[in-house]
């Protein structure tokens, strides 16, 4: 953290000059809960140590001039007009920001933002979502906004939404904005309230292990997964009319209407209501300090995406195999949409280095291709960053 800092700090003073902020917004993990958010469900994620770290400062004009360090690529746009996409990418999470926080009635000028990071990109840890919670926390202190968390967390995924064209759910900005040291957090992805529960595991890494797999398939899986989910819920409406979504249904309701459903439908709903619970139940395993059972229910929740909720690969499911007999692994299951991606797996310290080298040598014998690991730890969310944070790290 501290390298990277100075390579920012470095950066920003050559470019434009001393007296700026220093902000750190990190990367997430979701411990378990997937494919429940669409569902107004519940997710556990928790912020982690890999980081964007943005250095910013009004500069007096109606420019904002930005450059990222990772990519050795600058850009610059008039922001006193209506904003259009830049044609670069990256610049889009910055300028889709500036844009809501118009729409949302605030006066934002001309600003510099230089940054760069740590966050792999495309292995689940969002780094968009850090990027863009990172520079609406820098204007948020900059301009002296006073938003509030949940309303942040809004405002930077309808930038993602509306400006940059991703769908995504409010999961990632969310936790990456309010993330807690030591701490997962439960979201309610229907209230948006939250909670945090403990999860200051000395002796533990969390664990990705990205199969570089990326598939078309996944966008359009995931939106024929969502329809499955609402002709469920239309279904069971005509005996519950006080059902809204897969959120309000029980097991045993589920079961007792399973012939009203169509069979890959009730495979789909059935899997979104155990997951809910296995969410719940996993909390308070945090709160008793048992992580074995947690570690159990991360690899449940993985059979449950494999058999019913269909959204796994052969790639995952090696990982996952491979990690289930691997002394030190509390627990394991795929991370994310789907169809490639990461698995997420909870490893005792002392077993790490032996899990990094047989997972390693196992995936590539079974199935000819290598894995990219990545070894993490939960931290805060979203904060300034001074001098005495730059000496701890």
């Not at 928790?46 to 007096?60: D, F, H, Q, R, S």
């Not at 930005?66 to 922001?79: G, L, M, P, Q």
């Not at 939404?161 to 992805?189: R, T």
């Not at 990205?210 to 002709?231: H, I, K």
Request: aromatic share 8%; with cysteine.
């Amino acid at each position: 953290m501290k390298k990277l800092s100075n390579q920012i700090t470095n950066e920003f003073e050559q470019r434009f000059g001393d007296d700026y902020l220093l902000i750190k917004s990190p990367g997430r993990v979701n411990l378990i809960g997937e494919h429940t958010d669409y569902n107004e469900g519940f997710v556990l994620p928790a912020a982690v140590n890999k980081n964007i770290v943005l250095a910013m400062k009004e500069n007096g004009t109606q420019q904002a001039r930005f450059y990222a360090v990772d990519k050795e690529e600058s850009f610059e746009t008039d922001i006193s007009g209506d904003l259009e996409e830049s044609g670069l990418g990256w610049p889009d999470y910055l300028l889709g920001v500036i844009d809501q926080l118009r729409k949302h009635g605030y006066e934002i000028n001309g600003f510099d933002c230089v940054f760069g990071g740590d966050i792999p990109i495309g292995a689940g840890m969002s780094s968009s979502a850090a990027l863009e919670g990172g520079v609406l926390f820098g204007l948020d202190q900059l301009r002296d906004l006073k938003i509030g968390p949940v309303e942040m967390a809004k405002i930077a995924q309808k930038a993602e939404n509306d400006f940059v064209g991703v769908q995504c759910g409010i999961m990632d900005q969310f936790v990456s904005l309010n993330g807690k040291k030591g701490h997962a957090l439960k979201l309610d992805c229907r209230s948006l309230d939250y909670e945090f529960y403990p999860f200051d595991q000395q002796d533990v890494h969390i664990v990705l292990c990205d199969t570089g797999v990326r598939r078309e398939l996944a966008t359009s899986e995931y939106n024929v997964r969502r329809q499955q989910c609402e002709q469920g819920v239309a279904a069971l409406q005509e005996f519950d009319p006080d059902i809204n979504s897969l959120r309000d249904v029980d097991l045993d309701f589920l079961i007792l209407h399973q012939q009203d459903l169509d069979p890959i439908v009730f495979k789909r709903c059935k899997y979104v209501v155990e997951e809910n619970r296995r969410v719940l139940q996993a909390c308070n395993d945090l709160d008793r300090d048992d992580l074995a059972s947690f570690g159990q229910r991360m690899f449940q929740s993985h059979i449950g995406l494999r058999n019913e909720y269909e959204v796994s690969c052969k790639e995952l499911n090696t990982l996952v195999d491979i990690a289930w007999d691997i002394k030190g692994v509390i627990g394991s299951r795929m991370m994310g949409g789907g169809f490639g991606g990461c698995t997420i797996n909870l490893v005792k310290d002392q077993q790490l280095e032996t899990f990094v080298g047989q997972i390693t040598d196992q995936y590539e014998e079974a199935l000819g291709e290598s894995v990219k690991i990545y070894k993490t730890k939960v931290s805060g969310g979203t904060h300034l960053l001074n001098s005495k944070d730059l000496a701890s790290t």
